[in-house]
């Protein structure tokens, strides 16, 4: 019998745009997750969409892993196309591949670092708070309602997920519009593999992310997508537009400015939420009136 092959995948951070804007970006996102879960031959043990990058742990071959990232970020990259206006945005976006081998609580670890990654990024005190991937997955006793995916309609189902492509009939599907993990995530056999809820806690808080939240010790931060609603109605209240696109070098000074203020973000977070580059975040930070 074959052993089963384990697969950690992981995209480089964007640091001039961001992969999910809104929350509607982020529920078609987990919907593609669902259906290629559903579609293709691996196992989602444990995943993560944050803001600029995605994290995968999956049990499969190796080609049906690629197979699996790559359509992802096709499916993607339609979608975002299609709402934004914006060519292949995720082509420039490298995928790192590494194989897994589960000896010395390898797996463990490497699942507890993804689960993680909400926590670190100082989103969520814990990664059970953080719904866009497995936080709520495991030695969850109090499961969100939702409706079995045969109770929809073909239409219906197409809207939810933008995209061609089917998911079981007992997929369960949250009534905020997209697909329960627990519904394709091996959920007994990561609980199995941790033992106990103890355990599991254990690796996340001795995680290497839980150790650089720890050593830097951030201030309190915002989510990308907060950031970014709120630009519209700041650029109203200070230049009397919606949009900052147009604004003048000295104006868009004083917005990135008053972002950093208001939000207490770093140049990297306003870079990815306007679209710039490092670099010129910095220069307009600096910029004297």
Known sequence: MRKTEYYFI????????LWFQDNADFKIGMNYVAILAASLNVRV??????????HFVLAGERPDVVRFITEFKRRY?????????????????????????PENEALERTIAYVQMNSVAA?????????????????????PRSGKPANEFSGNALMRLFHSKGSIPGHYMIFDSGYVDPMSYVPVRFVEQLFRTPTRMT?????????????????????????????????????????????????????????????????????????EFSYEEVSRLLNLID
């Open 122 to 142: 100082n989103i969520c005190a814990h990664a059970s708070f953080y719904p866009w991937g497995t936080g709520r997955a495991f030695f969850n006793s109090n």
């Open 202 to 274: 254990y690796f996340l808080n001795s995680s290497s992310k839980a150790r650089v939240r720890l050593e830097e010790k951030p201030t309190p931060s915002f989510r990308d997508q907060i950031i970014l609603a709120s630009i519209p109605d700041l650029c109203n209240s200070l230049f009397r537009t919606k949009y900052y696109q147009g604004l003048q070098e000295k104006q868009l000074s004083e917005l990135v400015k008053q972002l950093r203020f208001r939000f207490s973000a770093d140049i990297g977070q306003l870079a990815r939420v306007l």
């Open 45 to 54: 043990l444990s995943f993560i969409l944050m803001s600029n990058h995605v």
């Open 10 to 17: 992981s995209t480089d951070h964007l640091t001039d745009c």
């Open 77 to 101: 990259s339609s979608y975002y196309r299609h709402k934004y206006g914006k060519r292949e945005f995720l082509r420039r976006n490298d995928v790192d591949i590494k194989e897994i081998f």
